[in-house]
Nanobody, 124 residues
């Protein structure tokens, strides 16, 4: 069974940093492009950063460029999101997802997500 277990979320002050992790199991992680998606209360989910299967191609949304870094360790079946210079508007539930599932079901469909997500709250 596919599992994606996100962790690392916390409450931090503006300007702070966090590192999110996503441990994958139940499938061959190194074969899949991966994406971090976030959803703030009352808002539509939005993708934040994408990385291809070998880590050679990375794409960021403009609103996180220069602040967030996506990476992966295929030997550890783990996806990361290093977040710095956090802003209150970064507050959201963060999910990792397989790009294939997002393409199949869409960002707003629960079937695209195999984990519970990890909460990031940026507040003074």
């Amino acid at each position: 069974e596919v599992q994606l277990v996100e962790s690392g979320g916390n409450m931090v002050q503006p300007g702070g940093s966090l590192r999110l992790s996503c441990v994958a199991s139940g499938f061959t992680f190194s074969n899949y492009d991966m994406t971090w998606v976030r959803q703030a209360p009352g808002k539509e989910p939005e993708w934040v950063a994408k990385i291809n299967s070998n880590g050679g191609r990375i794409v960021y949304r403009d609103f996180v460029k220069g602040r967030f870094t996506i990476s992966r360790d295929n030997a550890k079946n783990t996806l990361y999101l290093q977040m710095s210079s956090l802003k209150p508007e970064d507050t959201a539930l963060y999910h990792c997802a397989r790009e294939e599932d997002l393409n199949r079901y869409g960002l707003g469909d629960e079937h695209a997500y195999w984990g519970q997500g990890t909460q990031v709250t940026v507040s003074s």
